[in-house]
C-alpha cells in the first residue's frame, strides 16, 4: 500500500491521475476498451465535501432524515415528561443555591456518599472567584444519581439549603416528532 502525505492536499493533476489510473485498473479487470469520453467523466466526477456515502439510507420513508439519538433509560413507550434524561457520558445533576464560599472538595464529599461522582463542575465568578451558586454534579449509575437527589435535595451544605434536580429531563408526551394531530394547517 502506498503511504499518502495527509498534511498537504494532492493538487488537481494528481487527484486526475488518481482518477484516470483507477479508471485504467477497472478497464483491466472487466476486459473492455477504454473510451476517451469515460475517462473524461471519471476525471469530472470528483467528490468533495464530507463523507461519500449514500444519504439515501438515512431516510426515512416520507423523506424525513434520521438523527441519531439516546435511547431511553427504561423500557419501551413513550417517555415520562419530567423524568430524568441521561446525558451522553452520565446522569448529571443540577445543583442549586450553593454558599460562595463552597470548594470542589465540598460537594464532592457531601455527593460521594451516594455512589461514585464522575465529574463536578463549579462554574466561579471572574470577579470575586467565588462560586456562582450552582453546580453540576455527574454520575455515571441512575440509581446513584437518584439516590442523591432523594437525599440531598433541600438538605444543607455549609449552612445553606440547597436544591437538587435533574439536569437534563425528557419532554413529554407530543414534542415535534410525537404523535399526534395537531400542527400546522
Known amino acids: 500500500m502506498a503511504d499518502l502525505d495527509f498534511t498537504v492536499a494532492p493538487e488537481d493533476e494528481e487527484v486526475e491521475d488518481l482518477a484516470e489510473g483507477e479508471a485504467m485498473e477497472e478497464a483491466e479487470r472487466s476486459g473492455k476498451q477504454l473510451d476517451p469520453s469515460d475517462l473524461r467523466n471519471t476525471v469530472l466526477a470528483k467528490r468533495k465535501g464530507r463523507g461519500f456515502r449514500d444519504t439515501s439510507r438515512d431516510e426515512e420513508p416520507g423523506g424525513n432524515v434520521r438523527y441519531d439519538s439516546l435511547e431511553d433509560g427504561g423500557g419501551g413507550g413513550a417517555p415520562a415528561a419530567g423524568a430524568p434524561a441521561k446525558s451522553i457520558e452520565g446522569w448529571v445533576l443540577f445543583v442549586t443555591g450553593l454558599h460562595e464560599e ?34 453540576l454534579i455527574e454520575y455515571a449509575v441512575e440509581k446513584e444519581a437518584r439516590e442523591a437527589v432523594k437525599a440531598l435535595d433541600k438538605s444543607k451544605l455549609l449552612d445553606q439549603e440547597i436544591r437538587v434536580t435533574w439536569a437534563f429531563v425528557k419532554q413529554g408526551g407530543r414534542g415535534r416528532r410525537g404523535g399526534g394531530g395537531g400542527g400546522r394547517q
Open 102 to 135: 463552597a470548594q470542589e472538595e465540598d460537594v464532592v464529599e457531601a455527593f460521594s456518599e451516594y455512589g461514585d461522582v464522575k465529574n463536578v463542575y463549579l462554574n466561579l465568578d471572574r470577579q470575586t472567584g467565588y462560586v456562582k451558586g450552582y453546580a
